[in-house]
């Protein structure tokens, strides 16, 4: 709705002389008009152009003068909500200019859910996915307000596309429903051809404090989210959760329900999760998890993490940084993260990448059975660092396996903590004897699951060479016979790197 400005006497005034303006020209013009019968269209042009020109001149003396020294007791013109000419084709949208208190003193839900309903309206006959209007890029921008909010923002479920929201801060208020979220994209019962009701949203540059009241955003059945350089506070259930749709994209963002920076004296009390993602095809990149019982959990398929540094909650606390579940069917790559005194934990995983990760403070990987099934599981080129008075392995079991294949688990290093690894190499040394033992029972992750072997015998015995033999391989224990007494190394080199069905 456009506002109707109040006018005053002194106004009037301003508005009866610029009447007589209007006058003054239609007489000027008339009078041009009549001479041009009779004279040159040159001389008629150039006149024109003059009186033009002079007429510009004083509604540029008169028009900022008028707007600079309103009359006593009046107000301004006021600003459009809407950025460009305030007629509902702008793109930018101000929820300050809808009634919004950016100094977080006044409850500002309604005027924040009026500013993004109008945001939907824009029009437009493009759309992006089947059903989704295109929305053309349009901002909402908070203008680095502080908002105080008491029930969650929501986006209408007709859906949409194509819109930004960025820049300043939303804060739950005493009174916020402790199961909801501040920002909600949720339509359940979308009607569109792909399921999706809301693509290429981003939100940046916001912060997201729940003030233990609920969660920071949920994106329900959404595709190619971005949430980015946000900061996620004091929530109470998740900081980002996503359930179904697919690509949403965090990055270089922050969350934590306490802020700390570690060493916090209630650490022990920590709880919620960082970013729960119950959806496919995801990545969270160059972010922080500072304060959690949980960092991240990961529900879905084809999921990335990548450049992470989870010190949520420690392991010795209860706490876990990454937790893979989805048992059978995890198919999840974990590249480049830093588990700073919080692990790893995978339930059933089957095509998961572990790499270029540092564990630190006896942070380890822990690998849980809920059917028992392991496949494709690699753990490579990762750095781990504990307390050496502790020892504690790199790679724990939380119960048995019984269907193991494609699992390597190698060329890890560490320091203070027990290598673990599908692979491993021993030499035994033995003066004149028959039997040589090599036990990998320190090494090896699975007890009893020895798939391949070589070894070698070295003697210098002058005038013949044993027979030799391996005669046992059993609970990770390699044995090796010669029919003669011989003294000789015996190099051993076993793997758990077996196929499927092998």
């Known amino acids: 709705m456009k506002r109707v400005p109040f006018i005053s006497s002194s106004e009037s005034l301003f508005i009866s ?12 013009l008339t009078r041009e008009a009549s001479s041009a019968s009779t004279s040159t269209l ?52 101000y929820p300050k200019e809808y009634g919004a208190d950016p100094t977080g003193n006044r409850e500002s839900s309604k005027a924040l859910q009026s500013a993004i309903g109008d945001a939907f309206r824009v029009q437009s006959q493009v759309q992006m996915l089947a059903g989704l209007k295109d929305l053309g890029g349009v901002v909402i921008d908070l203008q680095g307000g502080n908002y105080l909010i008491s029930t969650p923002l929501t986006f209408p479920p007709s859906g949409g596309a194509n819109l930004l929201m960025q820049s300043g801060t939303l804060r739950a208020s005493e009174t916020f429903p402790s199961d909801r979220h501040l920002i909600e994209l949720r339509s359940p019962n979308s009607t569109t051809p792909s399921g999706i009701s809301y693509e290429d949203i981003t939100f940046e540059d916001i912060l997201f404090d729940s003030s233990y009241r609920g969660g920071g955003i949920s994106v329900l059945n959404s595709a190619r989210i971005r949430i980015s350089s946000c900061f996620f506070l004091h929530f109470e259930t998740e900081g980002i959760v996503v359930q179904g749709g697919h690509e949403t994209l965090v990055s270089g963002s922050f969350l934590g329900q306490h802020s700390t920076v570690g060493g916090d004296p209630g650490e022990r009390g920590f709880s919620g999760t960082g970013i729960d993602l119950a959806s496919n095809d995801n990545i969270i990149t160059d972010s922080v998890i500072f304060s959690a019982a949980t960092g991240i959990i990961l529900r879905g398929q084809a999921n990335i993490v990548t450049g992470v540094h989870c010190y949520n909650k420690a392991t010795n606390f209860g706490g876990v940084g990454i937790l893979v579940k989805l048992p059978g069917s995890s198919q999840t790559r974990i590249d480049n993260c830093y588990l700073d005194y919080t692990g790893i934990v995978m339930e059933d995983p089957v095509q998961v990448h572990v790499t270029n ?26 750095m781990f660092s504990g307390n050496p008075r502790k020892m504690i392995p790199i790679i724990e079991l939380d119960g048995p396996f019984t269907n193991i294949d494609q699992v390597v688990v190698n060329r890890n ?12 190499k021993l030499t035994v040394a033995g003066t004149n004897s028959t039997r040589w033992v090599a036990d990998f029972s320190s090494q090896l992750i699975f007890p009893n699951k020895i798939s391949h072997f070589q070894y070698s015998f070295y003697t210098k015995l002058p005038s013949k060479f044993p027979v030799h033999a391996v005669t046992n391989i059993s609970n990770n224990v390699v044995v090796i016979e010669s029919a003669s007494p011989a003294s000789a190394l015996v190099s051993v080199e076993v793997d758990r790197h077996n196929m499927i069905a092998e």
């Open 413 to 424: 290093n560490v320091a203070g903590m027990a290598l673990k690894s599908t692979a491993g």
């Open 17 to 28: 002389g610029s009447a007589l303006w209007l006058l003054l020209i239609a007489m000027l």
């Open 357 to 382: 990760g540092f564990f630190l403070g006896d942070a380890n990987v822990v690998l849980r059975p809920v059917k028992g099934r392991i496949s494709g599981l690699n753990i490579v080129n990762n």
């Open 42 to 93: 040159g001389s008629f042009n150039s006149k024109l152009s003059g009186f033009q020109a002079e007429l510009r001149w004083k509604l540029t003396a008169a028009i900022p003068l008028q707007l600079q020294t309103p009359p006593p007791g009046t107000s301004p013109p006021s600003v459009p909500k809407v950025g460009g000419d305030g007629g509902g084709d702008g793109r930018v949208f």
